[in-house]
């Protein structure tokens, strides 16, 4: 194809500018301003720049494009329906659908449109990744460029370079205020992530006005402090500047880039450019007229389409994406005869499957009066799935001796800018990038993991939140769970975090309640393709239950099993309990050695283990009643932590045994004595319910 011309490059750009006013004003909502601006960086990006094949979003090996600034999504959506993206199918298989047809941006922000306020990863193909929190997306795409790097290390061959694709980000000036966009830079320059390429619109504008209001540090000198290339460009309407800097970026291959560019919110539209009101208002129809004769557009039209425009795409990233994937196909194929295990892992992968026998390793604990810390306990169960699952990699935001989640065998390895193939992650300590981070890895096929004290699952909420939105199977480790941490006291025990975790929808959370518990937790947490999975592990030995004597670990897949029943008073009665002990982690050997001392006085206790409350609720009816039978009211809850959603489970004539301000610092065994977590507290609560 003979190079476009200028005027229908300028063209391409104007249809998504006008486009994206179009959608907002129909819409009468939404954020016109940054995607008019922005519209040269996002052409050049996709029609000019990226790998990729519009026919198959999903190709493993293509450049990636976030758009941080989530609230400019329909630069993304105009950008899509002119490249003529396809929907994927539920199982990631390319169809013959657009997957922004025009009548959707038409109905941009409207129930059921492909075009919802902020893109949605999952709902729109070529979607990447969910954004609009802001920080989140640039963060994300380190996530990408690790993933690339990695794939890169574990499967490129000589003569096959499988894996190399570039993570590129448009983001605005709330990305890089906010502080999570800071860890993840840092990071990328320590990691010399040379595939990573941010594009930061330095407008001078945010929603309350000029960025002088609360912004006045030198961007430029920061990134270069990170280790990245930086490179200016005073203008994005001038597009050999915008081309020459994404070479350089292209060139570079021992730093990330940030590329600076200046832009003007509303270009173009003679009242309402540069101006702060222009980012999240319509423009309104006659702004939106002279701004269309500002372009030589024709006034009164909206949603036009030019005929040249998509066939403009269809010869750039159309035609260069489908040669660059058809040679992948061709590569990957000769690959096959090769490297057949490779080849069969990276199938594994895109299926978002685990290998044959992937738990085959967990052994058994045996029953342990002194127990083992769930941590530990974890640790080893960690190394003996990790062994088996070669694209299972993470690691902990500074605490891996504590959290115990370093994979020790010797393949493992480390990750680091000398080690691209590791598998131990060094995040620092940056918890909500590590948590973002884990995201973008997922979102590239591989089963991530961070770390960190429970307590500090504060610093990294957003990112989870959007996991579990995005349904992407990362999973978190997280020990030191409650003021069974001792004497580091209040600031590091948590108190009100399970009740915070268990508010984020399709969020799992397990605590379990042995060694046994916790082996049965990651068989759920590494199962689980459709969500993310939080494991919540005590500091202080928990005894290992004989499973003998008790109810086998297993029952834990369903959330929630009768561990102990009353079958020493089989002959007695009704077979009904008189009281249900109700708990999780640290607390259910509570309850065990409660129910022994209440079967002394003839008082017959069930206890229930609750490690995961998300797969106990979405058990049957008639399942969770088995367990907690709704005529037995006489119920205890016990949990190191508040009561906040315990009542569904205890129910008004129950009692709950927990906590409700902050610990203290004192050795373990003096606090759980000090705040009410006793065999004898159990016994006495479970008398004052049976009355
Ligand atoms: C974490 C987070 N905080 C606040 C917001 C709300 N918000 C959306 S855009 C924006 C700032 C807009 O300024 P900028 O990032 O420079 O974008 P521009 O207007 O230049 O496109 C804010 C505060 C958000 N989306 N995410
Ligand atoms: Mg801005």
Not at 38 to 67: H, I, K, S, T
Not at 209 to 227: C, M, N, P, Q
Not at 379 to 405: E, R
Not at 614 to 624: G, I, N, S, V
Request: net charge negative.
């Amino acid at each position: 194809m003979a190079d476009p011309t200028e005027s229908s490059v300028q063209q391409a750009i104007d249809t998504i500018r006008t486009l994206s006013m179009d959608a907002v004003q129909a819409a009468n909502s939404g954020h016109p301003g940054t995607p008019i601006a922005l519209a040269p960086a996002a052409y050049l990006l996709m029609n000019e720049a990226m790998n990729y094949d519009p026919a198959q979003p999903g190709w493993p090996n293509r450049d990636r494009f976030v758009l941080s600034c989530g609230h400019a999504s329909t630069l993304l959506y105009s950008m899509l329906h002119l490249a003529g993206v396809k929907q994927l199918d539920a199982n990631g298989q390319p169809t013959d659908e657009a997957a922004v047809p025009l009548a959707h941006l038409r109905q941009f922000r409207q129930l059921d449109s492909r075009c919802p306020g902020h893109p949605e990863f999952g709902h729109t193909s070529g979607v990447e990744t969910t954004t609009g929190p802001l920080g989140q997306g640039i963060a994300n795409s380190v996530g990408m460029a690790i993933a690339s790097r990695w794939l890169g290390a574990r499967f490129n061959r000589p003569g096959f370079e499988l894996f190399d694709f570039d993570a590129y980000a448009l983001c605005s000036d709330g990305d890089i205020m906010e502080g999570v966009g800071a860890e993840a830079a840092s990071i990328a320059g320590h990691l010399k992530l040379s595939n990573l390429c941010w594009i930061y619109d330095d407008n001078k504008i945010t929603i309350e006005g000029k960025t002088s209001l609360s912004f006045s540090e030198d961007v430029a000198r920061r990134f270069e402090g990170y280790g990245f290339q930086v490179v200016k460009v005073d203008d994005i309407n001038d597009l050999a500047a915008m081309r020459a800097a994404l070479k350089q970026f292209r060139q570079t291959d021992d730093r990330p880039t940030l590329i600076v560019v200046r832009s003007v919110i509303a270009w173009g539209a003679p009242n309402a450019a540069n101006t702060h009101g222009a980012h999240g208002a319509p423009l309104g129809e006659d702004e939106i007229r002279l701004t269309k004769a500002a372009y030589g557009w024709p006034e009164d039209e909206h949603f036009r389409v030019p005929d040249e425009v998509p066939a403009l795409f269809a010869d750039g990233v159309g035609a260069r994406g489908k040669q660059a994937r058809e040679a992948w196909d061709a590569m990957l194929a000769q690959y096959r005869t090769k490297h057949a295990d490779e080849a069969a892992q990276l199938d594994t992968i895109a299926r978002g499957e685990l290998p044959e026998g992937w738990d085959a390793d967990i052994k058994e604990f045996p029953a342990d009066a002194k127990g083992i810390a769930s941590r530990a306990s974890s640790g080893k169960v960690l190394n003996q799935v990790g062994k088996n699952i070669p694209w299972m990699l993470g690691g902990s935001a500074d605490l891996s001796p504590s959290n115990k989640s370093t994979l020790n065998f010797d393949t493992a390895g480390e990750f680091s800018a000398e080690s691209y193939a590791g598998r131990n992650f060094h995040f620092g300590i940056r918890e909500h990038a590590m948590a973002s981070i884990c995201n973008g890895m997922a979102l590239s096929g591989l089963r991530a993991y961070g770390a960190t004290f429970f307590v500090f699952t504060d610093y990294m909420r957003p990112p989870m939140r959007l996991a579990a939105l995005m349904k992407l199977p990362v999973f978190y480790i997280f020990t030191h769970d409650s003021i069974g941490v001792g004497e580091d006291g209040p600031t590091h025990q948590p108190v009100e975090h399970l009740a915070a975790l268990r508010a984020i929808p399709g969020l799992n959370v397990f605590r379990p309640a042995d060694a046994n518990e916790v082996a049965e937790s990651y068989r759920a947490i590494l199962r689980r393709d459709d969500g993310p999975s939080a494991i919540v592990l005590t500091r202080q030995n928990l005894p290992t239950l004989d499973r003998t004597e008790y109810a086998p670990a297993a029952g834990l897949q369903k959330g929630g099993y009768v561990l102990a029943d009353i079958c020493d008073f089989e002959s007695d009665g009704d077979g009904k309990p008189d009281v249900i002990l109700i708990a999780t982690g640290s607390e259910v050997s509570l309850c065990v050695e409660a129910r022994q001392q209440l079967a002394a006085e003839g008082i017959k206790a069930r206890v229930v283990s609750l490690p995961c409350w998300e797969l106990f609720d979405a058990q049957p009816a008639e399942y969770r009643n088995s367990v907690l039978p709704p005529e037995v009211t006489a119920r205890v809850g016990v949990e190191a932590g508040i009561e906040l959603g315990w009542s569904k489970y205890v129910g008004a004539a129950g009692r709950f045994i927990g906590m409700d301000g902050y610990g203290a610092s004192a050795p373990s065994a003096v606090l759980m004595k000090q705040f009410g977590f006793t065999v004898e507290n159990v016994v006495a609560a479970a008398k004052s319910v049976t009355g």
